[in-house]
T-cell receptor
Framework: SQQGEEDPQALSIQEGENATMNCSYK?????LQWYRQNSGRGLVHLIL?????REKHSGRLRVTLDTSKKSSSLLITASRAADTASYFC???????????FGSGTQLTVLP | SAVISQKPSRDICQRGTSLTIQCQVD?????MFWYRQQPGQSLTLIAT?????????ESGFVIDKFPISRPNLTFSTLTVSNMSPEDSSIYLC???????????????FGPGTRLTVL
C-alpha cells in the first residue's frame, strides 16, 4: 500500500498560474523525492529534499517539507502546457533505499 | 545522473506465456529496483535486485511469478511468468548509486515497459 496520499487527485489550471500539490506520509523518512510522469511513460526525477531540509528550489519548482506534520508540497510557478503530467511524491524511510510512492496528482495546464 | 534503458518498451502477450524485461544502466550502480504501475495507479515496489544473490521481494510478490536476475552492476532482468490479464501494467526499473543507510541520493527510473496481457 502507498505510504501516503497526495491531494488534490486532479488539478486543472490555466497557463501562467501556479500549481500546488500536497503529499502526506505516515512514517519517519530519510528524504522525499518528487517525480513527473507524462502519459504513463517513465518517471522524471524533479527534486529530492532531505529530512533535515525545509525548503528547496529548482527553477520553477519549490518544494517544502514539514516533518512535524509529515507533509510536503510541490509548487510549480508560471505553469506551462508542457507541465501537464502526473506528479508523484516518494519517500525513503529505511536503510534499504526503497521508495514508497504517494497516490499522485494529475495536473492539467490549459493553454 | 545514470542513463537507464529498458527493453522491450511495450509488448502484447497471450495469457499463460512469460515475458522477460531487460534493464541496462550506463554506469555501475549499487542498487536496482523493479516497480509495477497498474493502470491508473501509483507505483508499487516488486523487489530489490541484488547483485550476485537472490532478489528481495516485497509482500505480495514471489520469485516464482517474478524471477529477477542481476548478473552485474549494470544489468538486471525481470520475468513476468504465466501471465494473466491482471499482470497488464507498466514495469519500471530504477537505480540508486548511493550506499544503503545514506539519505541523499536520487533514484532514477527507466522509461518503463508497457505490458498488455490478452
Amino acid at each position: 500500500s502507498q505510504q501516503g496520499e497526495e491531494d488534490p487527485q486532479a488539478l486543472s489550471i490555466q497557463e501562467g498560474e501556479n500549481a500546488t500539490m500536497n503529499c502526506s506520509y505516515k512514517t519517519s523518512i530519510n528524504n522525499l523525492q518528487w517525480y513527473r510522469q507524462n502519459s504513463g511513460r517513465g518517471l522524471v526525477h524533479l527534486i529530492l529534499i532531505r529530512s533535515n531540509e525545509r525548503e528547496k528550489h529548482s527553477g520553477r519548482l519549490r518544494v517544502t517539507l514539514d516533518t512535524s506534520k509529515k507533509s510536503s508540497s510541490l509548487l510549480i510557478t508560471a505553469s506551462r502546457a508542457a507541465d501537464t503530467a502526473s506528479y508523484f511524491c516518494a519517500t525513503d524511510s529505511g536503510s534499504a533505499r526503497q521508495l514508497t510512492f504517494g497516490s499522485g496528482t494529475q495536473l492539467t495546464v490549459l493553454p | 545522473s545514470a542513463v537507464i534503458s529498458q527493453k522491450p518498451s511495450r509488448d502484447i502477450c497471450q495469457r499463460g506465456t512469460s515475458l522477460t524485461i531487460q534493464c541496462q544502466v550506463d554506469s555501475q550502480v549499487t542498487m536496482m529496483f523493479w516497480y509495477r504501475q497498474q493502470p491508473g495507479q501509483s507505483l508499487t515496489l516488486i523487489a530489490t535486485a541484488n547483485q550476485g544473490s537472490e532478489a528481495t521481494y516485497e509482500s505480495g510478490f514471489v520469485i516464482d511469478k517474478f524471477p529477477i536476475s542481476r548478473p552485474n552492476l549494470t544489468f538486471s532482468t525481470l520475468t513476468v511468468s504465466n501471465m494473466s490479464p491482471e499482470d497488464s501494467s507498466i514495469y519500471l526499473c530504477s537505480v540508486d548509486d548511493g550506499l544503503a543507510g545514506t539519505s541523499y541520493n536520487e533514484q532514477f527510473f527507466g522509461p518503463g515497459t508497457r505490458l498488455t496481457v490478452l
